[in-house]
């Protein structure tokens, strides 16, 4: 499966704009890009997904380098309840059963 | 609110016991897996379901056995279990294929304790 690498940990402000990246150089052309969010104590949740296109939602953006080779997820404006783990996941269209293998994923930590 | 419903979302069970963990959905989604998570690390994927039959198993120890007795439901029966497998088990679910979405919908998880 190919990889991705993700900063251990970022910080951000309260209210403002974070950019998360993901560095998925060995990704094949049927992969898509997904990123999940763990809040503490809870289940991963879905955050957003994409192939080749830019991708916005109500959560998120998600931006994706020509080459397919990095993206970034935005949060326009963090609040204290982004403050969790996400993970940037690959998964190739053909996945039996759509599994996902979760890295090592980024601790956001959000400060008033 | 998850739509996704783990029971229980504690168990403490001792190394001779023979336990479930149980999962449910109202989705109608026909793909379910069981994830396990150890402390600060990412989930990890444990079995997979596609239409109630097994689809994947990554090569987890006898001791695990899975059930999916029918489409919104998922058991993790439990026996002969060590210390080093205590963790968070989630279960998720999604739609069969994923060439249309990606989405995982994942529970709360059951916090186990072997001791």
């Known amino acids: 499966d190919a990889k991705t690498t993700q900063p251990n940990s970022m910080e951000s402000n309260e209210e403002e704009p974070v950019h998360l990246p993901c560095n998925h150089s060995?990704?094949?052309?049927?992969?898509?890009i997904h990123w999940y969010r763990q809040l503490p104590s809870q289940g991963p949740e879905y955050v957003i997904h994409g192939l080749t296109s830019n991708v916005n939602n109500r959560m998120a953006s998600l931006a994706i380098a020509e080459d397919r080779k990095s993206s970034t997820l935005i949060l326009h404006r963090a609040t204290l309840r982004d403050a969790a783990v996400y993970y940037c996941?690959?998964?190739?269209?053909?996945?039996?059963?759509?599994?996902?293998?979760f890295g090592g994923g980024t601790r956001l930590m959000v400060k008033p | 609110d998850t739509e996704v419903t783990q029971t229980p979302k504690h168990l403490v069970m001792g190394m001779t016991n023979k336990k479930s963990l149980k999962c449910e959905q109202h989705m109608g989604h026909r793909a379910m897996y069981w994830y396990k998570q150890k402390a600060k690390k990412p989930p990890e994927l444990m079995f997979v379901?596609?239409?109630?039959?097994?689809?994947i198993n990554e090569s987890v120890p006898s001791r695990f056995s899975p059930e999916c007795p029918n489409s919104s439901l998922l058991n993790l029966h439990l026996h002969a279990l060590q210390p080093e497998d205590s963790a968070l088990y989630l279960c998720a679910s999604s739609q069969r294929g994923i060439r249309k979405t990606g989405e995982l919908f994942f529970g709360e998880g059951s916090r186990l304790t072997v001791l």
């Open positions: 996941i690959l998964s190739p269209y053909n996945n039996a059963g759509n599994m996902l293998t």
């Open positions: 379901y596609s239409y109630e039959k097994l689809s």
């Open positions: 060995t990704i094949s052309g049927t992969d898509y």
